[in-house]
Structures are given as C-alpha cells and as structure tokens.
C-alpha cells in the first residue's frame, strides 16, 4: 500500500500542521512509514500552501508525491494550482464555501464544508482538522483515534477538545 496524498490551501490555514500530524500518526500509532514535505509563497498568509505525505506499509524510495491519490482542496487558488498533481480519476476533498466544486471534472469529489463545520464548533481555525478527519475516514489510513493520540503532541492543551471534536466532525461527512 502506497497512497501520495496533497493538501492545498491558503496560508494561514494550518494545511501545513495536517500534513505534519498525518505524517506523525503513521508513524507513531499507525505502524506505517510516511514522508511529509511542505512548500509555500514567502507571504506569511494569503498565499498559496501546501503539505504532501506519503504513507505506505513498505519503504519509501521517493520521497515526493508524484500524482495524489487524495486531494484535498481548501482555497480555489491552491486547486487552481494543484490539480494537475492529481491522478484522473483519484479523491478530491474540497471545501464547496471556498472551491467551485460543479468546475472539477475527472475526479471523484467529496464535498467537505470545514470551514462553516469549523465555525459551528467556534473556532474557525480547526477547519484544517475537519478535513483531516475526513481524509483519514475517506483512505481509511488507520482509525480515527490514532489522529487523537496524535494530537496531544501538536495541540496546546487548551484546543485539544475542540480540534478532537473537529476531527470527528470531519468524519462524519464520510
């Protein structure tokens, strides 16, 4: 098993931070090996952001993700961008308040609404683990409470409860 998996968005919102925890929770709890790079524009926010993982029960010889298996979109700009690193046919997350979903021909596209789920939990800024909730259920990784785990280890104790209830929330949609 080897899925190659990209998660674009805008900077500022936290796709970076997914694509560390992802990669961290296949490591540690998944029994799994996976790389994670990321690369964005020299603003800090507004520009567009995103983080590759790769996760696979053998060794991984190229550490870039080629075309994506799973694509999840969070800014029209970074689909705009990024699209064409998907594979035909491949999983496409997108949030449809922030991407024109009705555009994306070619793939399967599962309509994530993170942000406004993000805002009805109170914090906007957990949409990032909506999606990730989502995208663990979708490719069926590893089980959602290994993304709990994880969590402790990146969220200030504070927001654990919140980013928790956003993953679920994520996986809900699945």
């Given at each position: ?33 996976a ?27 190229y550490?870039?993700?080629?075309q ?8 029209q ?20 308040d ?50 709990e ?26």
């Amino acid at each position: 098993m080897r899925t190659e998996i990209r998660i674009a968005g805008t900077g500022g919102m936290g796709v970076v931070l997914a694509g560390v925890i992802l990669g961290h929770a296949a490591v540690v709890y998944g029994n799994l090996k996976a790389v994670q790079s990321q690369s964005y524009g020299p603003e800090a926010r507004g520009t567009a952001a995103k983080s590759e993982v790769i996760i696979s029960d053998q060794p991984i010889h190229y550490p870039k993700v080629r075309q994506s298996d799973y694509f999840v979109a969070m800014s029209q700009k970074a689909l705009d961008l990024y699209i064409g690193g998907a594979k035909k046919g491949s999983i496409v997350l997108a949030d449809p308040d922030l991407v024109k979903t009705n555009k994306i021909e070619g793939f399967e596209v599962i309509e994530i609404p993170a942000m406004r789920s993000a805002d009805e939990l109170g914090l906007r800024l957990v949409a990032n683990m909506v999606m990730l909730g989502a995208l663990v259920k979708k490719a069926d990784l590893f089980p959602i409470d290994v993304l709990e785990k994880t969590l402790v280890e990146f969220v200030p104790p504070k927001a654990l409860k919140v980013n928790t209830e956003a993953i679920h929330a994520g996986e809900r949609f699945i």
